[in-house]
C-alpha cells in the first residue's frame, strides 16, 4: 500500500460562533476573533456552524474507525466508536 498524503488544513479544534455582524462562523480557538482567521463564514444556520465546527474530530474519528478495521481487537473498535459518540454528541447537542 502507497503511504497516505499528508491531510493539509486548519487545525482544530474549531468552533461555531457568531461575529460582530451576527454572523455564523467557524474559527480556531475559542472565539470568532477576525475574519482573516475564520475556516467558514456560515451565515444564519447556527446547525451547519456546529456541523462544519466538528470536521476536525470527524476526520480522527473515521481514522481511527479505518485503523480499528485494521487490527484484530475490539479495543480499538471501542476506542473508535468513542470518538465518533463525542463528536456525534457536539453536533446534536449544541456545542462547539
Known amino acids: 500500500m502507497s503511504p497516505r498524503p499528508e491531510v493539509r488544513h486548519t487545525p482544530g479544534p474549531w468552533h461555531a460562533c457568531v ?5 455564523w462562523c467557524v474559527a480556531p480557538g475559542a472565539d470568532c476573533g477576525s475574519r482573516e482567521s ?3 463564514q456560515i451565515g444564519t444556520d447556527e446547525a ?3 456541523l462544519i465546527a466538528q470536521a476536525p474530530p470527524m476526520f480522527e474519528a473515521l481514522r481511527a474507525i479505518r485503523e480499528a478495521n485494521l487490527s ?3 479495543q480499538g473498535h471501542r476506542e473508535a ?3 465518533v459518540k463525542a ?3 457536539k453536533v ?3 456545542g462547539s
Open 72 to 74: 484484530d481487537g475490539n
Open 38 to 40: 475564520f475556516v467558514a
Open 81 to 83: 466508536l468513542e470518538l
Open 19 to 23: 461575529d460582530e455582524d451576527g454572523v
Open 92 to 94: 446534536e447537542g449544541g
Open 87 to 89: 463528536v456525534l454528541d
Open 48 to 50: 451547519d456552524a456546529r
